[in-house]
């Protein structure tokens, strides 16, 4: 498994006595630091600072630390008498257990060899202080062995502070105080037990406190979120704090299956990358007058590689009507040396016309296509063709993807009229890398034949033998009720031959009923993954349950698609990196790249 690279922000709360100043990592004091992490792939991650986690053993070693949870013991303690504040530093706070016998644990940040540990007494009633106990360590958290024991420690005040050197010393992360038995001391109610102490600690071989060292406190929590959302985790240091840093270990958290792709980061600043113009004008030879062409939105983008540019096909519409699918598209033409500055040719490059696809491009236009090249240079392009009554999914192919030539739809020749009849759309055709150039992805075959996924409400399998004439071959992958494409499954920028398997990358839409996702917006698009075996594409092997890829900025939640989306189009690999470009909400075209070797 890899790791993920997530996003999380820091926010410090300072207490009244530590002041109001502004944040410094280095120079804060807080009490509380809390995280906030954007959920990406799975569920677990380890926050880590320099020092401790407290568990009480009464709920079998349950983390403090975690989510909007706190340990709840017998008899409600207050803030002041919890676990934690068995390690804060602080004499005027306590750990009170109602009951004979407890535990409570030291975790630190790595291994490391306590000679001696202490205990100090709480403010009240010596015999709720311990009387028998033993101190255990473990390297794993799950094997222990037994460092020392007492059974009579014989306290004679309150807040007293008693040191013992350790037995058997060694090399630990987990340090447990394990109390057996107290002095027979109760609670107020004078019938349930009652077991406190203020303090406990494990020094090394100077003295020196392994949980703290001056006034710096620690952590390491074990953070399980059962939403999938982004979330915030709150960690009371017991008083306020230096803090110097503050790391984060993204173990489970944060992973992808080392098959997949990602993770897709936005460059700051840049999107969205392609945006409408209102001055470029096109005679429209089927409007018979200049049109501007691209006015109301442009989105849904294809991507190449020629020429050491990436070049961007993009979906452009006109203000001619009012509603999604109600306007014409047209392919627009911009082109990269960086990924992000654009420079785009004043008119589109795909467009009704007077042709022998008339009938199936207008007036709806042509829409969201995919491309992908030969070995030999060939451009193939997969688009949408639209006349407003049924979607056609659509073959063209150019030299210099200028100039297209327009094959017809991808299932009429081999399929006849059953072809035409079954409304289609977004296809990717299988890639894999060039033996002869590694920076090269080419179409590939399997089985002697040309392999292509599409489909809109389900990931279907086509196969071919020239590229142009396509036949269907069956569904392979269908929406599931409850996860983020529980309404559809909608085939995205490529598909791409790997060691691992086939990657076909596609956009999932949560549902608007009961089987939607409730972690993330009704009828919201994101980015999927999913996993197919190299040598039969029709066998679906596993894919990714979080998006990979998903709205974040505001012209990403809303616009013309007033839910939101990124709808993954183009996908190249350019200059040694991963470049995606994304549809915004229908509106704006999106950009994100990732690095393999990061």
């Not at 009371?236 to 230096?242: K, T, V, W, Y």
């Given at each position: 498994?890899k ?7 820091l926010?410090v ?10 944040l ?5 004091v ?16 380890d926050?880590?600072h ?10 079998s070693?349950?983390?403090?630390l975690?989510t909007e949870t706190?340990v709840?013991?017998p ?5 002041n008498?919890?676990a934690?504040?068995?390690?804060d530093?602080?004499k005027d706070?306590k ?8 535990w409570?644990?030291v975790?630190?940040?790595s291994?490391?060899?306590?000679t001696?540990?202490s205990?100090t007494?709480a ?6 202080d311990?009387k028998?106990?033993?101190v255990l360590?473990?390297v794993?958290?799950k094997?222990y062995v037994?460092?020392a024991?007492m059974?009579?420690p014989?306290?004679h ?8 050197k350790?037995d058997h010393?060694g ?6 105080f ?7 001391g ?13 303090e ?7 003295g ?5 060292s ?9 953070w399980?979120s ?13 008083a306020p704090s230096r803090?110097?840093?503050v790391k984060?270990?993204?173990t ?11 993770p ?6 840049v999107?969205p ?5 209102k ?5 429209c030879p089927?409007r018979k ?8 939105d ?20 006109d ?5 999604i699918g109600?306007?014409t598209s047209?392919l627009?033409?911009?082109?990269t040396?960086?990924g992000v500055t654009?420079k785009r040719?004043?008119v589109?490059?795909m ?5 022998d696809?008339k ?7 042509c829409?969201?296509?995919?491309v992908?090249m ?5 451009y ?8 407003r ?8 192919t150019?030299r210099?993807?200028?100039?297209w030539?327009?094959h ?8 006849g ?6 409304g289609?759309?977004s296809?990717?055709?299988l890639?894999?890398?060039d033996?002869?150039?590694?920076s090269r992805?080419?179409?590939a075959?399997v089985?002697g034949?040309y ?7 389900a990931v279907?399998?086509?196969t071919s033998?020239n590229l142009?004439?396509?036949?269907h ?6 929406p599931?009720a409850g996860?983020f494409d529980?309404?559809l ?10 060691k691992?398997g086939i ?5 999932g ?11 993330y917006?009704r ?15 029709k066998?679906?092997i ?7 890829f998903?709205p974040?900025?505001d012209?990403?939640?809303?616009g013309?698609y007033?839910?939101?989306?990124v709808?993954?189009?183009?996908l ?8 995606l ?9 999106g950009y994100?790249?990732?690095d393999?070797?990061?």
């Amino acid at each position: 498994m890899k790791k993920f690279a997530a996003l999380f922000c820091l926010a410090v709360a300072l207490s009244a006595s530590a002041g109001a100043a502004g944040l410094c990592l280095a120079t804060a004091v807080p009490r509380n630091i809390a995280f906030r992490r954007s959920v990406l792939q799975s569920s677990v991650a380890d926050f880590t600072h320099v020092g401790h986690l407290v568990t009480d053993g009464l709920r079998s070693g349950t983390p403090l630390l975690t989510t909007e949870t706190r340990v709840e013991l017998p008899g409600k303690s207050p803030d002041n008498e919890q676990a934690k504040c068995a390690t804060d530093g602080r004499k005027d706070t306590k750990w009170v257990v109602f009951a004979p016998s407890c535990w409570v644990e030291v975790v630190l940040p790595s291994p490391a060899k306590a000679t001696s540990y202490s205990v100090t007494t709480a403010n009240d009633e010596s015999r709720r202080d311990p009387k028998v106990w033993r101190v255990l360590g473990s390297v794993d958290g799950k094997d222990y062995v037994e460092l020392a024991r007492m059974d009579d420690p014989q306290f004679h005040r309150r807040h007293e502070r008693k040191t013992w050197k350790i037995d058997h010393p060694g090399s630990y992360r987990f340090y447990r105080f394990a109390i057996d038995s107290n002095g027979g001391g109760v609670a107020q109610d004078r019938t349930t037990p009652c077991t406190q102490i203020a303090e406990f600690d494990v020094l090394d071989a100077d003295g020196k406190s392994l949980v703290r060292s001056g006034n710096e406190k620690g952590f390491a929590s074990r953070w399980v979120s059962k939403t999938g959302r982004d979330e915030w985790l709150k960690v009371d240091l017991g008083a306020p704090s230096r803090v110097d840093a503050v790391k984060v270990d993204w173990t489970k958290g944060g992973e992808m299956p080392d098959w997949a792709f990602g993770p897709f980061v936005r460059p700051n600043g840049v999107n969205p990358v392609i945006s409408p113009n209102k001055k470029t004008v096109f005679d429209c030879p089927m409007r018979k007058r200049p049109i501007k062409w691209e006015e109301s939105d442009t989105f849904n983008p294809a991507a190449a590689v020629k020429d050491g540019k990436i070049v961007v096909l993009y979906r452009a519409e006109d203000n001619t009507a009012q509603g999604i699918g109600s306007r014409t598209s047209r392919l627009g033409y911009a082109e990269t040396t960086d990924g992000v500055t654009m420079k785009r040719d004043p008119v589109p490059v795909m467009f009704p016309c007077e042709d022998d696809q008339k009938e199936f491009d207008w007036e709806g236009g042509c829409e969201d296509p995919r491309v992908a090249m030969t070995e030999g240079g060939l451009y193939v392009c997969t688009y949408t063709s639209w006349n407003r009554k049924l979607p056609r999914l659509c073959v063209a192919t150019s030299r210099d993807l200028r100039h297209w030539k327009k094959h017809g739809p991808a299932f009429a020749r081999l399929e006849g009229e059953r072809g035409l009849a079954r409304g289609s759309k977004s296809a990717a055709i299988l890639q894999r890398q060039d033996p002869n150039d590694p920076s090269r992805w080419v179409i590939a075959k399997v089985g002697g034949k040309y392999i292509m996924y599409w489909g809109e409400g389900a990931v279907n399998v086509a196969t071919s033998e020239n590229l142009v004439d396509w036949r269907h071959e069956g569904m392979v992958m269908a929406p599931r009720a409850g996860f983020f494409d529980s309404a559809l499954t909608e085939v995205g920028p490529a598909a791409l031959l790997t060691k691992k398997g086939i990657v076909v990358f596609y956009n999932g839409k949560n549902a608007t009923d009961g089987r939607a996702d409730q972690k993330y917006p009704r009828g919201v698009y994101c980015g999927g993954q999913a996993l197919f075996d190299r040598t039969n594409p029709k066998k679906f092997i596993e894919r990714l349950d979080v998006p990979y890829f998903k709205p974040e900025s505001d012209f990403e939640k809303t616009g013309q698609y007033r839910d939101g989306t990124v709808f993954t189009e183009g996908l190249v690999f350019f200059k040694g990196k991963w470049h995606l470009y994304y549809g915004c909400a229908d509106s704006f075209v999106g950009y994100a790249v990732w690095d393999p070797a990061k």
